[in-house]
T-cell receptor
């Protein structure tokens, strides 16, 4: 079964600083990978997704993520963080075209705090 | 108006009570899901449905049941609520033409005393 690990429970960065949130997955084949953001009191919003092709994917709100097969990672990055980026971020994985339906497996989340 | 709505947004109930959480969507999606979120555990899938006549168990279905009354409605029931079902519950939808993207409702916060 697939699994997702987000090693950092909490991260604090200063506004304007760069950000990298880590995500490692465990799956036998190439999965589909996702990053979601949950703002306080809100549901989850999709930031970006990777299925195949270019390993660097661009998302909304200035976020990007890079798929590294050799490291089983899909880290989320942003060059300059804004105070409004404070939220909880979830990495998720689902089986690729080989099957498994639409079932997403989520990581435990990383809470981002932005200092002004 | 929100595309995926959940009612109620907050609910307090007592152990042993039966309660229902409702989800409606105006996105025209065929697929719907129920997740629960617990601190430090992320989101876990309870049930999902790919069509009105299709119901599938997720990883933590025990103690829950669902009903897909129409394409736009997917209800989650707790037959006899217990305190460890205290959590934040999310409904999500997806479309067969873009199966990988799920759209989430705002959540229902449930407290079982």
């Amino acid at each position: 079964a697939q699994s997702v690990t987000q090693p950092d429970i909490h991260i604090t960065v200063s506004e304007g600083a760069s950000l990298e949130l880590r995500c490692n997955y465990s799956y036998g084949a190439t999965p589909y990978l996702f990053w979601y953001v949950q703002s306080p009191g809100q549901g989850l919003q999709l930031l970006l997704k990777y299925f195949s092709g270019d390993t660097l994917v661009q998302g909304i709100k200035g976020f990007e993520a890079e798929f590294k097969r050799s490291q089983s990672s899909f880290n989320l990055r942003k060059p300059s963080v804004h105070w409004s980026d404070a939220a909880e971020y979830f990495c998720a994985v689902r089986p690729g075209i080989t099957g498994g339906g639409n079932k997403l497996t989520f990581g435990t989340g990383t809470q981002l705090k932005v200092e002004l | 108006d929100a595309d995926v709505t959940q009612t109620p947004r907050n609910r307090i109930t007592k152990t042993g009570k039966r309660i229902m959480l409702e989800c409606s969507q105006t996105k025209g999606h065929d697929r719907m899901y129920w997740y629960r979120q617990d601190p430090g555990l992320g989101l876990r899938l309870i049930y999902y449905s790919f069509d009105v006549k299709d119901i599938n168990k997720g990883e933590i279905s025990d103690g829950y049941s669902v009903s897909r009354q129409a394409q736009a409605k997917f209800s989650l029931s707790l037959e006899s609520a217990i305190p460890n079902q205290t959590a934040l519950y999310f409904c999500a939808t997806s479309d067969y033409r873009d199966r990988e993207t799920q759209y989430f409702g705002p959540g229902t916060r449930l407290l079982v005393l």
